[in-house]
């Protein structure tokens, strides 16, 4: 199963992806800075919403750990 954690800690990598290869991409014109930046700042809202949901999850799953405990 996928968690969200899951889910963010991909965004997460991703987003230094995007930094590192969308700065070549400008730079050999394949797009241009106003692309790479509005690409990046997409997945950073991404990360932002996984990271709330993420948050709001973890007290439900103390929780969850907590009644399974003999």
């Known amino acids: 199963m996928t968690t969200t954690t ?3 800690r991909c965004v997460l990598r ?4 995007r ?4 700065r070549r ?3 050999d014109g ?3 800075e106003a692309q790479a930046k509005r690409e990046i700042d997409l997945m950073v809202t991404i990360g932002q919403d996984y990271r ?8 439900q ?3 969850f750990k ?3 405990r003999p």
């Not at 991703?14 to 992806?17: K, L, N």
């Not at 930094?19 to 969308?22: A, D, I, S």
Request: hydrophobic share 50%.
């Open 6 to 8: 899951d889910k963010l």
């Open 14 to 17: 991703e987003i230094g992806y």
């Open 19 to 22: 930094k590192h290869v969308y």
């Open 25 to 27: 991409r400008v730079a």
């Open 30 to 32: 394949f797009m241009t």
């Open 52 to 59: 709330a949901l993420a948050a709001a999850e973890a007290p």
């Open 61 to 63: 799953t103390e929780m």
């Open 66 to 68: 907590e009644m399974e």
